[in-house]
Each structure stands twice: as structure tokens, then as C-alpha cells.
């Protein structure tokens, strides 16, 4: 089945065709303070871990190889990206492939799992006064995949539009190595 197509101005790519080359490219760098107090050192090297650091204050500048590019997905445009820290995408993309298969294939699930997790929250927390409690069908109609966040190791992370039932915040759900769907957050 041939859920994706191949639309060449809009980025959005056949599954069955992805390939490293309809990924665009960025270098994400940073700096990054650790600070490391003696309670914690102490603790570090009695376990035999940070033999030659010392308490303080330290930085170092951190480089992410970040892959994105646009597929469709369950009717929607959706960013995938792909953070290269040990293994070239190259490796990982047939893995990467099984993964945005099933997501597309356990729509219902995923749908499922977010309203269970979060359902609850809404209606006894996020509720506006003007607003009526939803239904599991209204808020299963209010998420809109927007992005996928795959890392090395086989998880995957689905983030949805809430349509402004938790403020504008993303709802997040993970997808692990053996597609477990974890709770879903915001």
C-alpha cells in the first residue's frame, strides 16, 4: 500500500522511496554549563565514574547533525526529524521506515492512547468556563500530528497540535523500540 506521494515542490516523500537524500541538513551547536557539586563528585568516584573531574562549573560546545525533511501522514504535512549523534541515518533508516509504517497503520491506537492519557486532564483541569466537557470523539478530533522526532535506538516521538485545549502546548507521545506507545504528555 502506497500511503505516501511523491510531491516534488512540497517535500513531502513515497515511504517506500525515502532515502537519505530527501533529508535537508542542519548543524545544530551550543554551549552547555555543567555544574558538578562535591556531593555528586563524591558519589561519582566512589562508583569508579569522573575520576578526573573536579567540583565547579564547565562548558563545553556541543554539535547535533539534525536531519528534516516533510512526508505526508494520515492527511497532514509532517515534519520528521532525525538527530545524527552515533549512527548515520543511513543505518537507521530502515528501522526509521518500520516505525512510520506502523504509526501509519495504528492511527485508531495512537488516537486512543493520547485520549486516554489525556482526556481526564482537560476535562478536570484545562476546561474553560465557556467550554463543555468533551467527548472522547471531540478530543481525538481536536489532535493534528504536526511532527516526528526519531532517535537512535528505535523510539520515535509523535508531537500533535492540541487546537488550544491545553493553552497551545504540544501533546507528545513516544513510540519505543518494540511499539509500545508510553503516556502521552503535554
Given at each position: 500500500?502506497?500511503?505516501?506521494?511523491?510531491?516534488?515542490?512540497?517535500?513531502?516523500?513515497?515511504?517506500?522511496?525515502?532515502?537519505?537524500?530527501?533529508?535537508?541538513?542542519?548543524?545544530?551547536?551550543?554551549?552547555?554549563?555543567?555544574?558538578?557539586?562535591?556531593?555528586?563528585?563524591?558519589?561519582?568516584?566512589?562508583?569508579?565514574?569522573?575520576k578526573?573531574s573536579?567540583?565547579?562549573?564547565?562548558?563545553?560546545?556541543?554539535?547535533?547533525?539534525?536531519?528534516?525533511?516533510?512526508?505526508?501522514?494520515?492527511?497532514?504535512?509532517?515534519?520528521?526529524?532525525?538527530?545524527?549523534?552515533?549512527s548515520?541515518?543511513?543505518?537507521?533508516?530502515?528501522?526509521?521506515?518500520?516505525?512510520?509504517?506502523?504509526?501509519?497503520?495504528?492511527?485508531?491506537?495512537?488516537?486512543?492512547?493520547?485520549?486516554?492519557?489525556l482526556?481526564?486532564?482537560?476535562?478536570e483541569?484545562?476546561?474553560?468556563?465557556?467550554?463543555?466537557?468533551?467527548?472522547?470523539?471531540?478530543f481525538?478530533?481536536?489532535?493534528k500530528?504536526?511532527?516526528?522526532?526519531y532517535?537512535?535506538?528505535?523510539?520515535?516521538?509523535?508531537?500533535f497540535?492540541?487546537?488550544?485545549?491545553?493553552?497551545?502546548?504540544?501533546?507528545?507521545?513516544?513510540?519505543?523500540e518494540?511499539?509500545?506507545?508510553?503516556?502521552?504528555?503535554?
Amino acid at each position: 500500500m502506497n500511503f505516501y506521494k511523491k510531491i516534488k515542490n512540497n517535500l513531502i516523500f513515497d515511504l517506500n522511496n525515502l532515502s537519505e537524500s530527501d533529508f535537508k541538513f542542519e548543524k545544530i551547536s551550543g554551549n552547555i554549563e555543567t555544574t558538578l557539586s562535591q556531593e555528586l563528585l563524591d558519589l561519582l568516584q566512589k562508583d569508579g565514574y569522573a575520576k578526573n573531574s573536579v567540583v565547579g562549573t564547565t562548558s563545553s560546545t556541543v554539535e547535533i547533525k539534525n536531519l528534516t525533511t516533510k512526508i505526508k501522514l494520515w492527511g497532514n504535512n509532517v515534519i520528521l526529524n532525525y538527530s545524527e549523534e552515533k549512527s548515520p541515518l543511513k543505518h537507521e533508516l530502515p528501522i526509521l521506515k518500520v516505525k512510520l509504517e506502523w504509526i501509519n497503520k495504528n492511527k485508531v491506537v495512537i488516537e486512543k492512547k493520547i485520549s486516554d492519557s489525556l482526556l481526564s486532564l482537560k476535562n478536570e483541569v484545562w476546561l474553560n468556563e465557556d467550554e463543555k466537557i468533551l467527548t472522547e470523539t471531540e478530543f481525538i478530533n481536536n489532535l493534528k500530528i504536526i511532527q516526528l522526532e526519531y532517535s537512535e535506538g528505535d523510539s520515535i516521538s509523535l508531537i500533535f497540535s492540541d487546537n488550544g485545549m491545553f493553552g497551545n502546548h504540544d501533546i507528545e507521545i513516544n513510540l519505543d523500540e518494540f511499539n509500545q506507545l508510553n503516556e502521552a504528555g503535554i
